[in-house]
């Protein structure tokens, strides 16, 4: 059984609607919202990243999830795989920071030992509080919908080449990699003016690619509207595959979301109040899977659409 | 730092009430009771364990948490390392089963993959609804209660030894490490006439000392009164080395609980109407720690008092 028959199988078993297929970022269970998400040495982080980078990344991921809810944090759990002394007090402190960051409790977990040399897992589940109206799916998105991104897109990606050495480092892409800020406020603000969210974990292609499919639509992105930060454009060309790069490298924590023209002022004055940038990236259409264009250029999706494990 | 100071590191970090201190089986947030517990291949679970026995167990394991918590359970999500295509099939089928027998709905989760060769592990967070009248904690046992446990003790450790290959085997042993059964229907019955209540995955002796240290008292237990089961004695003699084999052994999911000796005939009656076996194995009194006896004779407790990790 393949991993996408797995996840089938899986979604056979799930047919509870607080489980929304398995095909959202999150279970809804009466007014809370859960997300689980585990992350592997040497899969979503690397041997040598800090610990305390590692604990905020765990936490984040996860309240990014909760942020594409529009969900206030309330707790967490956390399955933990102890490391050596050093490594387990640093941790405990870049939780403990990430979770004042995000005002969420600690309420439990466990603790693990793995055999020796074994590369180590985490997991952390999130509890939040569901938004007053209604706790928006990756599966409404409508023809006619604006597409939008908060923040900018590639950071992370870039940041991970330079932890790799594959390029000078710059403060702004490592920042983006090490310690990702999900959208908690905005989410929750914008949440009663989208008709679907979802965050930017794996890439914006393969993301905008999975609202597509869950809301039955095609999407179509404008990579020139795409937003790219100033620490970005320093050290890449703006061209066709700095912007492919960037849309297929995950690790941004941004929020995807798509909502109707008549909510774009009501979206822009939330992100202006909040300080958050939004930007109109594309729109979607009757139809399926995606489509991109540069410039008005059709451009064939690549390959890859972005992070998958 | 090791693990007892990060232990209590993460307790300084876990200052909300619905923490419990992270000394409980389970955190409370209103009426909802949460746990996740994980495995580790190599550590709670063997490489050659059938993937409908690690399902189970992983499933098994936090049931139990719920069972002790009285909590009637609702959902779950799942963290998963993918295996091969047959292990995941074989997975699902497993997982499947045990939410069906336990009620519990596949609400959420993550599927990741490991490097290869590596062991996997799972985690798995379990939502329950809370008993009416309260939750019990580990920390209530009163100088003065008697300390219960359910159905027998020590099969899951015999049946351990013998998927070592180092006894014959017998199917209740082996059924009872592969197929643990939490005590989901006693627990939410008899929730509302304990003062503590936890359930024995590490060891009946481990387990009766956390009780003991989280109530502020000392607990005895009458080694002789431990109920063992009619397929361990066909294999060991009942002599002492047995029965702190067995107190020791761990992995047994029953339930470990002090009531007053007034609740006795209640909590009989709960027993047998339900056709479970409860029986007296001890006593709290003022003091600490853990005091053992075989037959009146005062027995020294051994150095390892169960599982750890």
Same mark, same amino acid.
Not at 94 to 117: E, K, M, Q, W
Not at 165 to 172: F, M, R, S, V
Not at 216 to 224: F, K, S, Y
Not at 249 to 258: K, S
């Given at each position: 059984?393949?991993?996408?028959?797995?996840?089938?199988?899986?979604?056979?078993?799930?047919?509870?609607?607080?489980?929304?297929?398995?095909?959202?970022?999150?279970?809804?269970?009466?007014?809370?919202?859960?997300?689980?998400?585990?992350?592997?040495?040497?899969?979503?982080?690397?041997?040598?990243?800090?610990?305390?980078?590692?604990?905020?990344?765990?936490?984040?991921?996860?309240?990014?999830?909760?942020?594409?809810?529009?969900?206030?944090?309330?707790?967490?759990?956390?399955?933990?795989? %102890?490391?050596? #002394? +050093?490594?387990?007090? =640093?941790? $405990?402190? &870049?939780?403990?920071? *990430?979770?004042?960051?995000?005002?969420?409790?600690?309420?439990?977990?466990?603790?693990?030992?793995?055999?020796?040399?074994?590369?180590?897992?985490?997991?952390?589940?999130?509890?939040?509080?569901?938004?007053?109206?209604?706790?928006?799916?990756?599966?409404?998105?409508?023809?006619?919908?604006?597409?939008?991104?908060?923040?900018?897109?590639?950071?992370?990606?870039?940041?991970?080449?330079?932890?790799?050495?594959?390029?000078?480092?710059?403060?702004?892409?490592?920042?983006?990699?090490?310690?990702?800020?999900?959208?908690?406020?905005?989410?929750?603000?914008?949440?009663?003016?989208?008709?679907?969210?979802?965050?930017?974990?794996?890439? %914006?292609?393969? #993301? +905008?690619?999975?609202? =597509?499919? $869950?809301? &039955?639509?095609?999407? *179509?992105?404008?990579?020139?509207?795409?937003?790219?930060?100033?620490?970005?454009?320093?050290?890449?060309?703006?061209?066709?595959?700095?912007?492919?790069?960037?849309?297929?490298?995950?690790?941004?924590?941004?929020?995807?979301?798509?909502?109707?023209?008549?909510?774009?002022?009501?979206?822009?004055?939330?992100?202006?109040?909040?300080?958050?940038?939004?930007?109109?990236?594309?729109?979607?259409?009757?139809?399926?899977?995606?489509?991109?264009?540069?410039?008005?250029?059709?451009?064939?999706?690549?390959?890859?659409?972005?992070?998958?494990?």
């Amino acid at each position: 059984m393949s991993e996408a028959d797995f996840i089938a199988r899986l979604r056979g078993i799930a047919t509870d609607p607080a489980a929304r297929g398995l095909a959202d970022d999150a279970a809804v269970l009466g007014d809370l919202v859960l997300t689980h998400d585990m992350i592997v040495e040497g899969v979503h982080f690397l041997p040598d990243d800090t610990p305390q980078d590692v604990a905020w990344k765990l936490v984040a991921v996860n309240m990014s999830d909760l942020a594409a809810k529009g969900a206030e944090p309330i707790g967490v759990l956390v399955g933990y795989s %102890l490391g050596d #002394d +050093a490594w387990n007090a =640093a941790f $405990a402190d &870049g939780l403990d920071l *990430a979770l004042r960051r995000f005002g969420a409790l600690l309420i439990g977990g466990d603790t693990v030992r793995v055999p020796d040399g074994a590369p180590r897992s985490f997991g952390l589940t999130a509890i939040g509080r569901a938004p007053d109206g209604g706790v928006p799916s990756r599966g409404g998105m409508r023809p006619g919908d604006q597409l939008w991104v908060t923040g900018t897109i590639g950071n992370a990606g870039l940041g991970l080449a330079m932890r790799l050495g594959q390029l000078a480092a710059n403060e702004t892409c490592l920042a983006a990699y090490g310690r990702p800020q999900p959208q908690l406020t905005f989410g929750r603000a914008v949440a009663p003016h989208v008709h679907a969210m979802m965050d930017i974990s794996d890439g %914006l292609l393969i #993301d +905008a690619r999975r609202m =597509a499919d $869950a809301s &039955g639509c095609q999407v *179509a992105v404008m990579l020139e509207a795409m937003p790219l930060s100033a620490a970005l454009l320093a050290v890449r060309p703006d061209v066709l595959d700095t912007r492919i790069a960037a849309a297929t490298a995950g690790d941004d924590y941004q929020l995807l979301f798509a909502a109707g023209a008549e909510a774009a002022p009501e979206i822009r004055a939330i992100a202006s109040a909040l300080d958050v940038a939004v930007t109109p990236v594309g729109h979607a259409v009757v139809g399926e899977g995606i489509v991109l264009t540069h410039h008005a250029q059709r451009i064939v999706p690549p390959e890859r659409l972005g992070f998958t494990h």
